[in-house]
Structure formats: structure tokens, C-alpha cells
């Protein structure tokens, strides 16, 4: 199993910024895709931004040019950099990972417990 862990969010000013912190561990050896998602009340979890295996980063085109997804292999970390929030920002943000179960050979996404992210004046 993968246990993954946020951290980071809080409240921001409108053109503030953030920076998420995603800690794995357990079976950290199975991941092979890494991203941020985030779910608004009301709304459906949508994708932010994704790190494939063997990959480059990947981005929805409402935070382009504003986050930076980034990963640290050596202390199993997945980061997200926010930079120019916006309110329409303001939702929970999840971390997830991608792996195979070793004992299933069959794929699995971890979700974090997420953090709250709140963007207002």
C-alpha cells in the first residue's frame, strides 16, 4: 500500500500564492504517475497537474503558466507551486499517485486525506 499526505493549504488573498507538499510512503516503490487533483463544493475532483511516468509535467489549461508541479524522488515528495490565485482556485486539493499492486499486478490510484485551499479578499 501507498500512503500519501498533504500539506500547505490555507487561506490566500487573491493573487497570493501556495505551495502544496505531497508526502509518500509505504510502497513508494510501486508509483510509476504522480498528480494534484482538487474537487470545489459542488463540484466534480478535476485533474490539475500530472507528473507520467517518464513523462514531463502535464497541466489543465485554467493553471498554466501559474503552477508548477515538481517532484523529489529522494524524499518522496510531489510539490505544488501556486503562484497568481484565483477564488475560482478555492477547493480541497488532493494528491494522488499511480501504481501497480505487486501481489495483483493490477493498477491502483492513493489519494491523499487533502487540504483545503481557500482563496478570498
Known amino acids: 500500500q501507498v500512503q500519501l499526505v498533504e500539506s500547505g493549504g490555507g487561506l490566500v488573498q487573491p493573487g497570493g500564492s501556495l505551495r502544496l507538499s505531497c508526502v509518500a510512503s509505504?510502497?513508494?516503490?510501486?508509483?510509476?504517475?504522480v498528480g494534484w487533483y482538487r474537487q470545489a463544493p459542488g463540484q466534480q475532483r478535476e485533474w490539475v497537474a500530472l507528473i507520467p511516468q517518464g513523462g514531463g509535467p502535464e497541466y489543465k489549461d485554467s493553471v498554466k503558466g501559474r503552477f508548477t508541479i515538481s517532484r523529489d524522488a529522494a524524499k518522496n515528495t510531489v510539490d505544488l507551486q501556486m503562484n497568481s490565485l484565483k477564488p475560482e482556485d478555492t477547493a480541497v486539493y488532493y494528491c494522488?499517485?499511480?501504481?501497480?499492486?505487486?501481489?495483483?499486478?493490477?493498477?491502483?490510484?492513493?489519494w491523499g486525506q487533502g487540504t483545503q485551499v481557500t482563496v478570498s479578499s
Open positions: 494522488s499517485a499511480e501504481g501497480i499492486n505487486p501481489a495483483t499486478s493490477s493498477p491502483k490510484q492513493y
Open positions: 509505504g510502497r513508494v516503490d510501486s508509483i510509476y504517475g
